[in-house]
């Protein structure tokens, strides 16, 4: 396949570039070289081995984007979205497991992998997590499921919170993974939370002055993303596939456009609906190392915003369905049952 073809090509130029050491397993992605690697001219979908014996589609949604998702499995529908810097590869080790009992939805978010990268609109109204949301409800639509639950980490359990509020009536249980609500987060800003999360502020800041400084040290800034995952985790191979996506045209410009409409429009959205609540059960999980325990009780957080609530703290940082996959499937195991 041309795609396979073109996979080995950046594996070798990784090597060649210096890009990280691979341990004796195979499976440790260390620390990078400083020199950037050069985007593919023609990006294509993530390799179909991250997700065996699931099928890639293409999904046009009412609200001018096109998604990208895998689909595998049997049972209920669940849907899967990811968080930055990644895309829904970072669900490579659950969904083949969660494949046996549902119906998996693994997708990029606009913006983000291999979905397209839409016009920002006006206050970044394209970004805005309600028409993200809008977007993924069409996607399920277009299999045939009205009904879903959704497991969302990062970024995406922004746009998941937001789902769950505009299409109260799709949503029927939702997993949220390390985050507090963005209405709160950015009401409640100390200095723990700006030193570990300064990105936010970044991001935000005026085109094209973060997206100019990211592109040139693209893999500097990846790895500086992921330094929070213990050794020998994260994957060679995922991490190409990651910088691959980040590096295809338009992506880094979407993904700051996706963190200056949590700043703006999101904002104005959330305000307007701080008497509403999430109606379906929703279970919350948050890493021990991350920033969130340190500034927030979590979860009197989400009671906040969420009737019926459930969750804990476990043994991760940020990225807990690639630090520990095995503790995230027996929480799922648990919930969606």
């Given at each position: 396949?041309?795609?396979e073809?073109?996979?080995?090509?950046?594996l070798?130029?990784?090597?060649?570039l210096?890009?990280?050491?691979?341990?004796?397993a195979g499976?440790?992605?260390?620390?990078?070289?400083?020199?950037?690697m050069?985007?593919p001219?023609?990006?294509?979908?993530?390799?179909?081995?991250?997700?065996?014996?699931?099928?890639?589609i293409?999904?046009?949604?009412?609200?001018?984007?096109?998604?990208?998702?895998?689909?595998?499995?049997?049972?209920?529908?669940?849907l899967?979205?990811h968080?930055?810097p990644?895309?829904h590869?970072?669900?490579?080790?659950?969904?083949?497991?969660?494949?046996?009992?549902?119906?998996?939805?693994?997708?990029?978010?606009?913006?983000y992998?291999?979905?397209?990268?839409?016009?920002?609109?006006?206050?970044h109204?394209?970004?805005?997590?309600?028409?993200?949301?809008?977007?993924?409800?069409?996607?399920?639509?277009?299999?045939?499921?009205?009904?879903?639950?959704v497991?969302?980490h990062?970024?995406?359990g922004?746009?998941?919170?937001?789902?769950?509020?505009?299409?109260?009536d799709?949503?029927?249980?939702?997993?949220?993974?390390?985050?507090?609500?963005t209405?709160?987060?950015?009401?409640?800003v100390?200095?723990?939370?700006?030193?570990?999360?300064?990105?936010?502020?970044?991001?935000?800041?005026?085109?094209?002055?973060p997206?100019?400084?990211?592109?040139?040290?693209?893999e500097?800034?990846?790895?500086?993303?992921?330094?929070?995952?213990?050794?020998?985790?994260?994957?060679?191979?995922?991490?190409?596939?990651?910088?691959?996506?980040?590096?295809?045209?338009?992506?880094?410009?979407a993904?700051?456009?996706?963190?200056?409409?949590?700043a703006?429009?999101?904002?104005?959205?959330?305000?307007?609906?701080?008497?509403?609540?999430?109606?379906?059960?929703l279970?919350?999980?948050?890493?021990?190392?991350?920033?969130?325990?340190?500034?927030?009780?979590?979860?009197d957080?989400?009671?906040?915003?969420?009737?019926?609530?459930?969750?804990?703290?476990?043994?991760?940082?940020?990225?807990i369905?690639?630090?520990?996959?095995?503790?995230?499937?027996?929480?799922?195991?648990?919930?969606?049952?």
């Open positions: 396949m041309v795609f073809n073109a996979r080995r090509d950046l070798k130029k990784a090597g060649a210096g890009l990280g050491a691979i341990s004796s499976s440790v992605f260390a620390a990078s070289s400083g020199m950037a050069p985007a001219a023609q990006p294509e979908p993530a390799a179909p081995d991250f997700f065996p014996g699931f099928k890639a293409s999904t046009k949604t009412s609200v001018g984007a096109t998604i990208h998702s895998v689909v595998g499995g049997s049972g209920p529908p669940l899967l979205l968080g930055y990644q895309t590869i970072e669900w490579r080790d659950v969904a083949t497991k969660l494949a046996g009992k549902f119906t998996v939805v693994a997708s990029d978010l606009r913006g992998g291999d979905s397209s990268k839409p016009a920002d609109g006006e206050n109204l394209g970004y805005s997590k309600r028409v993200m949301a809008q977007d993924h409800v069409d996607v399920m639509a277009s299999l045939g499921f009205p009904k879903f639950d497991v969302a990062d970024r995406g922004r746009v998941a919170h937001r789902m769950a509020l505009d299409h109260a799709r949503v029927t249980k939702l997993v949220i993974l390390d985050i507090v609500p209405y709160k987060v950015l009401h409640s100390n200095n723990d939370l700006a030193t570990a999360n300064f990105h936010w502020w970044f991001l935000i800041q005026k085109a094209p002055l997206e100019t400084l990211i592109a040139n040290s693209a500097t800034w990846l790895h500086s993303r992921f330094e929070r995952i213990p050794s020998g985790i994260l994957s060679q191979e995922a991490f190409v596939e990651y910088l691959r996506a980040f590096q295809s045209p338009g992506s880094i410009h993904t700051c456009e996706d963190y200056r409409a949590g703006t429009i999101d904002l104005v959205h959330d305000a307007a609906d701080l008497d509403r609540k999430i109606s379906c059960p279970h919350v999980l948050w890493g021990e190392r991350g920033v969130w325990p340190k500034v927030f009780d979590v979860l957080t989400w009671r906040e915003r969420a009737s019926i609530v459930t969750g804990k703290q476990v043994p991760t940082g940020h990225f369905a690639e630090e520990k996959p095995d503790i995230l499937l027996a929480e799922l195991s648990g919930f969606l049952s």
